[in-house]
C-alpha cells in the first residue's frame, strides 16, 4: 500500500485526535439515560499539517494525491503521537489550501483531516 512521498512532513503543532464515540443514548423518562453501542468500530479523525519546504516537494504531494490514491484512496500513514501504522484517507477527499510560512515562497503547508477506522 502506498504511502505519502518522504518529501511530505507532517507538522505536530495544532494536531488534533478525536472520534465518535458510535453510542446510541436513549432518554427515560424516569432515572438514567440507556446508551447502546451502535458500532463495534469508530471512524477517527486526525488534524494535522502537511509542511512542504520547497515547490517540489508541494508538487510531489499534488502528483502522489492525483495520480496515485486519486483523491480519495486509502494509504499508509504513522501516527504522529505514538508511531502506529494506519490504514488513512483524506475526509471527503479534501487537501485544504496550499499556504505560504515566510515571505521566500519555498515553505507552504496544508492543513489535512485524516480519517481512519479504530
Given at each position: 500500500m502506498t504511502q505519502m512521498p518522504e518529501s511530505t512532513k507532517v507538522l505536530m503543532e495544532g494536531m488534533v485526535d478525536s472520534f465518535e464515540p458510535s453510542v446510541e443514548r436513549t432518554e427515560?423518562?424516569?432515572?438514567?439515560?440507556?446508551?447502546?453501542?451502535?458500532?463495534?468500530?469508530?471512524?477517527?479523525?486526525?488534524?494535522?499539517?502537511?509542511?512542504f519546504e520547497n515547490s517540489t516537494a508541494a508538487d510531489d504531494f499534488e502528483e502522489w494525491y492525483f495520480n496515485t490514491i486519486k483523491r480519495i484512496g486509502w494509504f499508509q500513514f504513522h501516527h504522529p503521537r505514538n508511531g502506529k501504522l494506519l490504514t488513512?484517507?483524506?475526509?471527503?477527499?479534501?487537501?485544504?489550501?496550499l499556504s505560504l510560512l515566510d515571505d521566500s515562497g519555498f515553505d507552504t503547508r496544508r492543513s489535512v483531516t485524516l480519517e481512519y477506522l479504530r
Open positions: 427515560m423518562e424516569r432515572g438514567v439515560p440507556k446508551q447502546r453501542l451502535v458500532n463495534s468500530q469508530v471512524l477517527a479523525k486526525l488534524k494535522v499539517g502537511l509542511y488513512v484517507r483524506f475526509e471527503k477527499g479534501e487537501i485544504g489550501e
